[in-house]
């Protein structure tokens, strides 16, 4: 079932937290409805994912079983990361949600250990750092957060993450190098 098209990507898509079907559906460019349908059901079967209520919308989750997928896929996107085009060009499609899924799992340490905020386009995520060890989660950073950063659209975020240039040039450089965008060495990441 894990070998079937679509199935590790969505199962990527939900390591961060819980999503919504057109969330998901938004996310997977390319998946039909129907075929993103059978993905899920099959992934329920198998004790993966499960539905959940979050208040008036059901959202899909990963399960324990499901969790424990998270090594092999941040492992898959590590290794491809390298192959991906650079941020600038035109055949560039990464979502940023992705990418820093990717991020995460390439992180190189030397981060003080603690909550790190990125809004993309309104899209709250926090990337945990603990024991040396970073992981994507949904929604916004805790009470006090090491750095907070907001991107207008993912366009801003790609460049950011390409040149590190805000007000806090130094934290958002420390950042990117731990942190480098896929595709890009650590170097290429702080290049300003």
Sequence with gaps: MLGERWALLIVRDLLPGPRRFGELFDG??????????????SL?????????DLGRARAYALTEDGEALRPVVETLASWGSRLLPDPGGAEHRLDHRW??????????GGLAD???GIEVGGDALTIVIADDRARLVAGPAGDEPQLELRFATPAEFF?????AQTADVVAERRFFTALPLPGRSPADGAAG
Aim: net charge positive; glycine share 12%.
């Design 28 to 41: 997977l460019p390319g998946i039909s409805t129907d075929l993103l349908t059978a993905r899920l059901r």
């Design 44 to 52: 329920e079967e198998i004790g993966a994912i499960e539905r959940r």
């Design 99 to 108: 990418a820093l899924a990717s991020m995460t799992a390439g992180y190189r």
């Design 114 to 116: 603690g909550d790190y």
């Design 159 to 163: 460049g950011r993450a390409a040149t």
